[in-house]
């Protein structure tokens, strides 16, 4: 059967230029990223004097506060910008890699590449969700990246909206190297004397490990000691996510805890007068079940794609509270002792996306000095391809692709770039003055 690998593709209203992209997943891990790679084809015939094509990436934090405007705060801080002239092509051009040697071999002219080499520690993509009774239209939270392709005199000017094409992509991170390797297992401890007196009850919770992965059932070992002559009925056990927004501008600051597990105590208690009470409680956080929770964190929405719980941000040390979204998860277990009383126990962790297997890995080898500018060389993706509609390609047909192999073809899919509208608009947020009036630019929208 003839295979192939699926390349998305969208094309400008006018239909001047039309992008490639191999995929809308890109993958950071230990300090390295994926490269943005993609082909742009363009009609040379229909571009005026001082025409050029550029493409740029962008991150982008909303803040998802409808209200701050009145404040004369803007509702968006762009995180990370990056952009490179497509045409007409500098003498400096990128490498190909495998993907864009495949396409132009498929559209045969007027097919130029962009490549981005992202710096490690950029931030990955996060969505907040919106509240279910609001409808739709509602400031949108969360991390956005996009790649934006289009025709204008300067980067720094604006395009008309006929001659852009938006693509919405995310950004992701693999647990690093060694996350499992046998280290202290986090724990905590707590006491506290209850109301009707006695001695104090002492909680204490211990967790396996300190990162876990997404699916990952989670062991809460919990220990109670109970020197009261009153028997303790309820325990509860919590896993807790909060996303710490950290605008740039005053009140652009926010703090979203999120209830994902909530496992209260069974058949295990009552914990009788001087008992010492051992029990492990099996969680596992999840977005299933938690699809209207206001606010709850995910790791970035693209329409029709799949996605989880946000994984714990990784953050470098130095960089704490910088401008964009921290997600953090902990373990807490409560224990009521008496009236209006309770002692409660918190253990943090992380939550994590594994790593792929070392046979799928595909990492493109450090520069060589010595290939000249426009040389071949091997695709820098940590991963392949993940999407619910499409297998992993394997590396050996990653490796065919990059031999120019005959028989792995391209296929092409229709790029949407709206992301989950859910609780959203289409496009929340995104201001016309981004863009030229096509009247004035003399811009008839025709496709011819």
């Avoid at 094409?165 to 046998?182: D, N």
């Avoid at 390609?393 to 005959?406: I, W």
Wanted: charged residues 25%.
């Amino acid at each position: 059967a003839q295979r192939g690998r699926r390349v998305f593709k969208k094309a400008s209203i006018n239909n001047r230029i039309t992008v490639y992209l191999g995929r809308r997943d890109f993958f950071e891990c230990d300090g390295k990223s994926d490269r943005i790679d993609g082909m742009v084809r363009v009609k040379p015939a229909e571009f005026k004097e001082g025409d050029t094509v550029f493409a740029r990436v962008t991150c982008i934090l909303y803040y998802g506060m409808d209200d701050i405007d009145t404040l004369g705060v803007k509702m968006r801080s762009k995180l990370y910008e990056q952009v490179q002239q497509v045409f007409p092509p500098l003498e400096d051009r990128p490498k190909l890699t495998g993907l864009q040697r495949k396409l132009l071999t498929k559209l045969e002219t007027d097919a130029y590449p962009f490549v981005f080499e992202l710096p490690p520690g950029t931030p990955s993509s996060v969505t907040l969700q919106g509240n279910p009774s609001h409808g739709v239209h509602q400031a949108r939270c969360g991390v956005d990246w996009d790649v934006e392709v289009f025709i204008s005199t300067a980067p720094d000017v604006k395009p008309s909206r006929k001659s852009h094409v938006h693509l919405a992509i995310r950004k992701l991170s693999f647990a690093p190297p060694a996350t499992l390797e046998p280290g202290l297992a986090p724990h905590g401890e707590a006491s506290k004397k209850p109301t009707f007196g006695g001695g104090p009850v002492t909680l204490a919770v211990r967790l396996d490990r300190e990162t876990y992965f997404h699916g990952e059932p989670i062991a809460v070992h919990v220990r109670v000691d109970n020197p009261t002559k009153k028997s303790l009925k309820h325990l509860e056990v919590l896993v807790r996510q909060f996303a710490d927004i950290q605008g740039e501008g005053a009140g652009t600051t926010l703090s979203v805890k999120s209830h994902v597990v909530e496992l209260k105590s069974g058949s295990e208690c009552p914990i009788t007068p001087g008992q010492t009470f051992d029990h492990t409680y099996t969680v596992t956080p999840d977005k299933e079940g938690n699809e209207d929770v206001f606010r709850l964190a995910l790791d970035g929405q693209l329409k029709d794609e799949d996605t989880g719980l946000a994984s714990s941000t990784q953050v470098e040390t130095g960089l704490e509270g910088q401008v964009g979204i921290t997600v953090k998860y902990e373990v807490k277990v409560k224990l009521h002792i008496g009236l209006a009383n309770d002692v409660t126990c918190r253990v943090p962790f992380k939550l994590l996306m594994p790593q792929p297997d070392a046979s799928a890995m595909h990492i493109a080898p450090a520069p060589d000095a010595s290939v000249a500018p426009g040389a071949e060389e091997t695709d820098g993706y940590q991963s392949l391809p993940v999407t619910p509609r499409g297998p992993r390609m394997t590396f050996d047909e990653l490796a065919e692709m990059d031999n120019d192999g005959a028989s792995l073809d391209i296929v092409f899919e229709e790029f949407v770039s709206k992301r989950a509208e859910k609780f959203f608009s289409e496009q929340p947020d995104r201001s016309d003055d981004v863009f030229v009036d096509d009247a004035d630019n003399g811009d008839n929208g025709d496709n011819g």
